[in-house]
């Protein structure tokens, strides 16, 4: 079995094609403002003449836009090459490209004054929220803190005492191996977000300005 997978949802653009459990190819590039343009390229650099099985799309939290970019495009692939398409979540594939830790709080980059993070106890999931400086404090200061993944660890805590843990995979490879590892952690591509995605709304509106 071949799945390509497309991670788009942070700030990078990414893209991996995988068989049976093994990585085919792999690339990934920063991507603040332009993932539209080089994710199209890239799936056609990854998958040449590979015929794929399934699709896999990273569906959030992250980047408003970046989620929107990965579900349209992969959803037009999936169409046009008539293949099925399922999402992943970026907590659940932080988490299971983990050694199963028995606590671990993931946290996925905001870029606001929060970051996205969901618990994981002995690999049952908490509800996910926003979390600001203040709760992270009050979280790593309890007794037995939680062990940290993901993209928001480095951005957010400096000056934090925190023990971190590392995947060797990241962005598309981390859904590939979540999906071969378990693949019942699929969910319907639909957009995941923690909060109201962010909208700036012009000072006037249409009508003021007949």
């Given at each position: 079995m071949k799945?390509?997978?497309?991670?788009?949802a942070g700030w990078k653009c990414s893209v991996a094609l995988w068989e049976d459990g093994h990585e085919l190819a792999f690339q990934e590039q920063d991507s603040e403002r332009d993932q539209a343009a080089l994710l199209p390229q890239f799936v056609k650099d990854i998958m040449g003449s590979h015929v794929v099985d399934h699709l896999i799309v990273n569906v959030g939290p992250g980047s408003f836009t970046g989620i929107r970019v990965g579900l349209?495009?992969?959803?037009?692939?999936?169409?046009?090459?008539?293949?099925?398409?399922?999402?992943i979540d970026s907590?659940?594939?932080?988490?299971?490209?983990?050694?199963?830790?028995?606590?671990?709080?993931?946290?996925?980059?905001?870029?606001?004054?929060?970051?996205?993070?969901?618990?994981?106890?002995?690999g049952v999931p908490r509800s996910p929220q926003s979390l600001t400086r203040e709760a992270l404090k009050d979280i790593?200061?309890?007794?037995?803190?939680?062990?940290?993944?993901g993209s928001?660890?480095?951005?957010?805590?400096?000056?934090?005492?925190?023990?971190?843990?590392?995947?060797?995979?990241?962005?598309?490879?981390?859904?590939?191996?979540?999906?071969?590892?378990?693949?019942?952690?699929?969910?319907e591509p639909l957009p995941f977000y923690v909060r109201e995605p962010d909208v700036t709304y012009p000072r006037e509106s249409c009508a003021s300005s007949l």
């Open positions: 799945i390509l997978a497309i991670d788009t349209a495009f992969a959803k037009g692939l999936a169409m046009g090459l008539n293949l099925s398409l399922k999402g907590f659940t594939a932080t988490y299971i490209s983990l050694e199963s830790p028995s606590d671990v709080l993931i946290l996925i980059e905001a870029r606001r004054q929060d970051v996205f993070g969901q618990r994981f106890l002995d790593l200061t309890q007794e037995n803190p939680p062990l940290l993944a928001g660890v480095h951005p957010f805590l400096e000056g934090f005492l925190y023990k971190e843990v590392h995947s060797r995979w990241r962005g598309a490879q981390s859904l590939a191996y979540a999906f071969f590892k378990d693949p019942n952690c699929v969910i």
